[in-house]
């Protein structure tokens, strides 16, 4: 089955660090990602939509400076938390569609990342 | 906009029983896709099933069935026999079957998180 490999799983650091998580598709090809935030006990709420090539689009309320997303090929896209700060803290979750997307390939997710900010 | 309520909050069940989790959904749309992920305490995200709105037959995947009602907008997930390792955050989502902008999102409920009882 289609693999979304996230790394790093879990992240510790200082504020106003800046910190890199890649979402990669192991044995497919992704021409869609998705990033997502999830606080504790609530939903996924989606932040944005990278497509490879081109710039994310952000959802309402998600300042895209503040979140950068990369999806330089297929199979990698990045989110980068700049200058985090504690509130920043929470567990993000990137997942990936199959080329095709206008299929029923459904969403792909990767392990998730916790993100803490001291 | 479409939404999706799931409105139990917490379900349990005992271990070999068979349990139901409520969905309902709003949409104007006739072409969609609905899906029901598990959340295990590991965090990732697994699809359980999945059903296109245009087929009348509830889809099945072993222990695992909906329940879809297109003009009522329901979309129940019944587990039978269920086991330890169903334990999880059970989440309801909605697609567009036309994806708007060449890429479209998943949106999600709030979630049933399920206790199986030994």
């Known amino acids: 089955g289609a693999v979304v490999s996230q790394h790093p799983s879990r992240v510790i650091c200082k504020s106003g660090t800046s910190v890199k998580i890649e979402c990669r598709s192991l044995?497919?090809?992704?021409?869609?990602m998705f990033w997502y935030r999830q606080f504790p006990k609530q939903s996924l709420m989606l932040m944005a939509t990278s497509n490879e090539g081109s710039k994310a689009t952000y959802e309402q309320g998600v300042e895209k400076d503040k979140f950068l997303i990369n999806h330089a090929s297929l199979t990698l896209s990045t989110l980068t938390v700049t200058s985090a700060h504690p509130e920043d803290s929470s567990f993000y979750i990137c997942?990936?569609?199959?080329?095709?997307?206008?299929?029923?390939?459904?969403?792909?997710f990767g392990d998730g990342t916790r993100l803490s900010i001291l | 906009a479409q939404t999706v309520t799931q409105s139990q909050p917490e379900m349990s069940v005992q271990e070999a029983e068979t349990v139901t989790l409520s969905c309902t959904y709003d949409?104007?749309?006739?072409?969609?896709?609905l899906f029901w992920y598990k959340q295990p305490p590991s965090r990732q995200m697994i699809l359980v099933i999945r059903?296109?709105?245009?087929?009348?037959q509830n889809a099945t995947e072993n222990r695992f069935s909906v329940n879809f009602q297109k003009a009522a907008k329901s979309f129940s997930l019944k587990i039978s026999d269920s086991q330890l390792g169903d334990a999880a955050m059970y989440f309801c989502a909605y697609r567009s079957y036309y994806p708007q902008g060449g890429s479209e999102k998943l949106v999600f409920g709030k979630g049933t998180k399920l206790t199986v009882n030994p």
């Open positions: 059903q296109e709105a245009y087929k009348q």
């Open positions: 044995d497919f090809q992704a021409t869609t």
């Open positions: 949409t104007s749309e006739s072409d969609y896709y």
């Open positions: 997942s990936a569609v199959e080329e095709g997307w206008y299929s029923n390939q459904p969403q792909h």
